[in-house]
């Protein structure tokens, strides 16, 4: 009778399943088995380590913004009737955005969980299956941020965005290029 061993060298995890077990002849009671290994890693190489850098680079930067809003820049109280000018001056910032103003740092805090949480996702080995719906949650995620960017700064943007806004630019093009290999790879 064969004998069948799995041997776990220095590779990367692997779950073992068992495919068939023998019972020895009579009085005997070693029982032997054959496992078959399956990969459960995803391969991580050079552009999914370029795709969690640029995440966490632009995380960090919204981390970073949030902080600084929070304790360094004044907060002007809101104001949900703003006064009318009858002297034809021009009108305060609009209601929405003074509260948009007081939400900045928590949407910044969001943001940098945001980035984290779906880099991490994205090469996690147990939700491998979702990858291609995470990815693409992940580039929808990044387009929002630039465009509510844009909607809020609209021309006064802060020095921080013209290294932000390439990194996210960037990621963008990274993840759609990851997909567009795992499409051809698999058909």
């Not at 990367?12 to 495919?19: G, N």
């Not at 001056?89 to 939400?103: D, E, I, K, T």
């Not at 630039?146 to 921080?160: E, Q, S």
């Amino acid at each position: 009778m064969p004998i069948y061993r799995a041997s776990f060298v220095e590779r990367p995890i692997y779950r073992a399943r068992v495919v068939r077990s023998y019972e020895l002849p009579k009085g005997d009671t070693t029982e032997m088995s054959q496992a078959t290994l399956r990969r459960t890693i995803s391969h991580i190489g050079p552009l999914q380590i370029a795709i969690i850098v640029l995440a966490v680079v632009t995380g960090l930067i919204h981390l970073s913004l949030g902080i600084m809003t929070s304790f360094f820049a004044p907060h002007p109280p809101v104001n949900l009737h703003p006064p009318v000018h009858l002297a034809g001056g021009q009108p305060g910032p609009s209601p929405l955005r003074q509260l948009v103003f007081m939400a900045l740092p928590q949407l910044f805090y969001l943001n940098f969980v945001g980035y984290v949480v779906l880099a991490i996702a994205l090469y996690l080995p147990s939700l491998r299956r979702y990858q291609r719906v995470i990815r693409w949650i992940l580039i929808v995620y990044v387009a929002i941020t630039i465009v509510v960017w844009a909607l809020i700064n609209g021309a006064h943007p802060l020095p921080l965005a013209y290294i932000d806004k390439p990194i996210e630019v960037a990621l963008i093009v990274l993840l759609l290029i990851e997909d567009r290999r795992v499409r051809l790879n698999k058909g």
